[in-house]
């Protein structure tokens, strides 16, 4: 928590086209849906209430991800076993001074 999850995907966001204000955490919402500058969705998901997959399956997961749309996911861990194999994992780790070191693997 407090990693800057949100702050992460905002940022992402903008540089799509996203409006800055239209962005903000899903937690309770699950899943929230933005559009981008040229018109496209982008789904930005917070799977940290998600307790079973079958939760996530019940949400539609599947099809967000076989939309071919953008999806952003806040505690992908929740879910991990229902990712597809291509999924880009980003980590933020929280530095005692307040700086973020941001790393990815695919």
Known sequence: MGAGKTTFTTALCKELGVREDAVSSP?????????????????????YRIEKTAEALD?????YLD??????????????????????????????DGARIISWED
């Open 27 to 47: 937690t309770f919402a699950i899943v929230n849906e933005y559009r981008t500058g040229a018109g496209e969705p982008v789904y930005h998901f917070d799977f």
């Open 67 to 96: 939309s071919g749309a953008l999806c952003l996911m806040e505690w992908p861990e929740n879910v991990e076993e229902l990712l597809p194999e291509e999924t880009l994992r980003v980590r933020i780790d929280p530095r005692p």
């Open 59 to 63: 949400i539609g997961l599947y099809d």
